[in-house]
């Protein structure tokens, strides 16, 4: 049975990620309970490095908060960081992930098996690509509206 998807709604249009539950279904099952109570709609995108990654999923927009919820264990993969790769974004311990994630824009191999990859872009990188740069962007992108949708 395929997965569900994760329909990031930003300013240039729908961005469509699968989740992948088989890599890391704790991490597939916070997103969704995340997406459901609508936490990422209006969360900014405040990391946004050109050739490496776009990151989003803190409340506050600094990079420095995350969910009420209890952080994550981690469930490393061999899942490899290219380009359209979703990952959770974490501290210096293994098991901080909580809501923050990031979207690669390029190849990070060496991010692999040190960090959880929960899903891919299917559609709509174009999207993540026109993202405004920088750490913190001048104008941050905002996911206007985050929804789970069945595959």
Known sequence: MADDKLVLSLDGGDVVINLRSD???????RIKELVGEGFYDGVK?????????????????????GSSKPDLMAEFN??????GVCSMARTSAPNSANSQFFICF??????????????????????????????????????????????
């Open 45 to 65: 995108f405040h990391r946004v490095i050109p050739g490496f990654m776009a990151q989003g999923g803190c409340p506050q927009g600094t990079g420095m908060g």
């Open 106 to 151: 390029e190849d990070a191999r060496f991010l692999d098996k040190q960090y959880t990859v929960w899903g891919v872009v299917e559609s709509g990188m174009e999207h993540v690509d026109a993202l405004p740069k920088g750490e913190p962007p001048r104008e941050p992108g905002v996911i206007h509206k985050a929804a789970i949708v069945a595959a």
């Open 78 to 83: 061999a899942e490899p960081h290219v380009r």
């Open 23 to 29: 890599l890391a279904p704790g991490h597939v099952a």
